[in-house]
């Protein structure tokens, strides 16, 4: 086989579900491709929120301003009336997935308990399989997104008591 017969055999590979190739030539060389299972670390970045102020009269604008801050935690307080309630959000772009697989029981329920190195879900990012740590401990009140949503960097996927 040549370069570039190869080349073509591994973007096959990386366009299709498969896990890997073998492939025998008539010469009796052997050709095996495999993808390399990556995995990704997500590690937890905290910000502090500013606390509220009143609003002052200022002309309408679209979009966020200069002084708006776009970051946001993986974990942080819900902001309705239960101040109680902490939420899991997600620390990347993904399709949401609440269990390993569509045959399998999903990783948390409402009212089951937590701790920080739980595993509660997967996000998908590229192919990558994700799986997302609870970071906090406590009861799972509400799972705030469906099985096969997209969901956005930032976005409460969870609501935590």
């Known amino acids: 086989m040549n370069f570039k017969e190869v080349k073509e055999l591994i973007e096959i590979l ?12 008539n010469k009796g060389s052997v050709i095996n491709l495999k993808k390399q ?16 102020m009143a609003p002052q009269a200022a002309p309408m604008t679209q979009g966020p301003s200069n002084n708006e801050s776009m970051a946001s935690s993986s974990v942080g307080s819900e902001s309705n009336d239960d101040t109680n309630y902490q939420t899991i959000n997600a620390p990347m772009v993904g399709t949401f997935y609440k269990s390993p697989s569509p045959e399998e029981d999903a990783y948390v329920q409402v009212g089951d ?10 996000l998908e990012a590229m192919k990558l399989f994700n ?25 409460p996927l969870f609501k935590v008591k």
Do not use: F, H, R, W
């Not at 990386?14 to 030539?25: F, K, P």
């Not at 299972?37 to 509220?52: F, G, S, V």
């Not at 799986?131 to 976005?155: K, N, P, R, T, W």
């Open 14 to 25: 990386d366009q299709s579900s498969l896990t890997e190739i073998n492939i025998e030539d």
């Open 37 to 52: 299972k990556e995995t990704e670390i997500i590690t937890p970045q905290y910000t502090q929120q500013a606390p509220m």
């Open 131 to 155: 799986e997302i740590q609870a970071e906090v401990s406590g009861e799972i009140v509400e799972i705030l997104v469906e099985d096969g949503q997209m969901v956005e960097y930032g976005q």
């Open 113 to 122: 308990k937590v701790t920080s190195d739980s595993t509660v879900c997967i």
